[in-house]
């Protein structure tokens, strides 16, 4: 199954836009139920949120790009299908990763993470946008996988004014040479919208905008 995954999506479809020929989308964020999408920030910080307009604004962004959800109100996930391109996006909304604690995810049970974990084994590219994923993501995608990325999402860092939940990033990680082994190529999508790859870290590292 070609599958892309993007952790920390908001409401942001254009990925899907230029993977075109991805058919397979696996969203994955902590809104509505937490605006802080690490476990370290939920444990930390007291002052997490609702967002009651997360469920529509994401639906009405959802229908924008052509995307309708076809999934049974009260299933988890939601599913949305593009009809014109046969792509579908499978959103696990209120999900905090990684999965420390199933007791902490309130909407996903234990058989739905389960079967997350085992989709997380098709996976083709790896959406980085803003965000920055946990390092043991590649504790669940076992094959290498290609880096997609934007010109709003910061790569380089300086570690020494970073805290320590900060460098356990994938992009501290990939800085410092760890888990390049876990990526194909790197794709980076800059401000006028062309698209670059890269075949190594140091090539997409260095002609980032």
Not at 21 to 32: D, G, K, Q, T
Not at 72 to 82: A, E, L, Q
Not at 104 to 124: C, G, P, Q, T
Request: with cysteine; net charge neutral; charged share 20%.
């Amino acid at each position: 199954m070609n599958t892309a995954l993007y952790i920390g999506c908001g409401i942001d479809f254009d990925p899907v836009k230029i993977l075109s020929s991805v058919r397979n989308f696996i969203f994955i964020e902590s809104l509505p139920y937490s605006d802080n999408g690490d476990m370290y920030k939920l444990l930390k910080i007291k002052n997490n949120y609702y967002n009651k307009s997360y469920m529509l604004e994401f639906s009405q962004k959802a229908n924008e790009a052509g995307f309708y959800k076809i999934s049974i109100d009260g299933v988890y996930p939601h599913v949305y299908k593009n009809y014109n391109t046969h792509q579908q996006v499978y959103l696990y909304f209120s999900l905090v990763f990684p999965f420390v604690s199933i007791k902490m995810n309130n909407y996903a049970d234990k058989d739905e993470i389960d079967r997350l974990i085992y989709l997380f084994n098709s996976v083709h590219y790896l959406i980085v946008r803003r965000y920055q994923p946990h390092h043991s993501i590649f504790k669940y995608i076992l094959k290498p996988v290609n880096i997609v990325s934007y010109s709003d999402t910061i790569w380089k860092e300086n570690t020494n004014e970073l805290l320590d939940y900060e460098k356990d990033k994938i992009h501290i990680f990939l800085q410092n040479g760890l888990l390049r082994n876990h990526i194909l190529d790197y794709y980076y999508i800059k401000n006028s919208g062309i698209i670059e790859k890269y075949n190594c870290y140091d090539d997409f590292i260095n002609n980032l905008e």
